[in-house]
């Protein structure tokens, strides 16, 4: 019952900086968690940085003091901020959402359809 509709993924050098958004529509009261994640090809898919407003903010160290997550409550969406990009972060990136708070164990209840970040050497 809730729809997570991404966007602004794309091409971009070393060293630059890229925002995803996503949009969510729906039973949108549902949602206590938001997330982002993301597989690279052969490569399981891992989460980057998660929000539960008012409780945690989590993120992968392969990211941490680079990305940030955010809401704007008004608009329904989350983003994903991205700074100083480095090949390794090239990946399918997918925004998710949960009924419950993050955790360890956490698994979304709603997905993004993903897109597609390439960061070039």
């Known amino acids: 019952q809730v729809q997570l509709v991404e966007s602004g993924g794309g091409l971009v050098q070393a060293g630059g900086s890229l925002r995803l958004s996503c949009a969510a529509s729906?039973?949108?009261?549902?949602?206590?968690?938001l997330a982002w994640y993301r597989q690279a090809p052969g490569l399981q898919r891992d989460m980057v940085a998660a929000?539960?407003?008012?409780?945690?903010?989590n993120y992968a160290n392969s990211v941490k003091g680079r990305f940030t997550i955010s809401r704007d409550n008004a608009k329904n969406t989350v983003y994903l901020q991205m700074n100083s990009l480095k090949p390794e972060d090239t990946a399918v990136y997918y925004c998710?959402?949960?009924?419950?708070?993050?955790?360890?164990?956490?698994?979304?209840?709603?997905w993004g359809q993903g897109t597609q970040v390439t960061v070039s050497s």
């Open positions: 998710a959402a949960g009924r419950s708070w993050y955790s360890d164990s956490y698994v979304p209840d709603y």
């Open positions: 729906g039973s949108i009261v549902c949602i206590n968690s």
């Open positions: 929000l539960t407003p008012g409780r945690s903010t």
